[in-house]
Nanobody, 122 residues
Framework: QVQLVESGGGLVQAGGSLRLSCAAS????????MGWYRQAPGKQRELVAH???????NYADSVKGRFTISRDNAKNTVYLQMNSLKPEDTAVYYC????????????????WGQGTQVTVSS
């Protein structure tokens, strides 16, 4: 069994910063890509940032230059540093990881965290 546990959300004023963390635990053989998605009320879930196992990073255009994704492979953890936050960044942020478990090393599966609320006030 694999779990992704997020932390670091909260309420911040526009222009402020937050740092999200997501730690993967359980019977993990390897972690491929990790990323962050978000879903605002009434909108579809969208990709925010993504980092592959080789280090290739992609960002949504709306967060480029403001958000930074990083990962600590030794800790199975991915981070999202969010600076210059805007009210339109308000959403539930979800961690995502593509993981191979020890029980099935020929299979990769996508796992989701429970989500953490980020609210940016104007």
């Amino acid at each position: 069994q694999v779990q992704l546990v997020e932390s670091g959300g909260g309420l911040v004023q526009a222009g402020g910063s937050l740092r999200l963390s997501c730690a993967a635990s359980g019977s993990i053989f390897s972690i491929n890509a990790m990323g962050w998605y978000r879903q605002a009320p009434g909108k579809q879930r969208e990709l925010v940032a993504h980092i592959a196992s080789g280090g290739i990073i992609n960002y949504a255009d709306s967060v480029k230059g403001r958000f930074t994704i990083s990962r600590d492979n030794a800790k199975n953890t991915v981070y999202l540093q969010m600076n210059s936050l805007k009210p339109e960044d308000t959403a539930v942020y979800y961690c995502n990881a593509v993981i191979t478990t020890r029980q099935a090393i020929s299979v990769t599966s996508r796992y989701w965290g429970q989500g953490t609320q980020v609210t940016v006030s104007s």
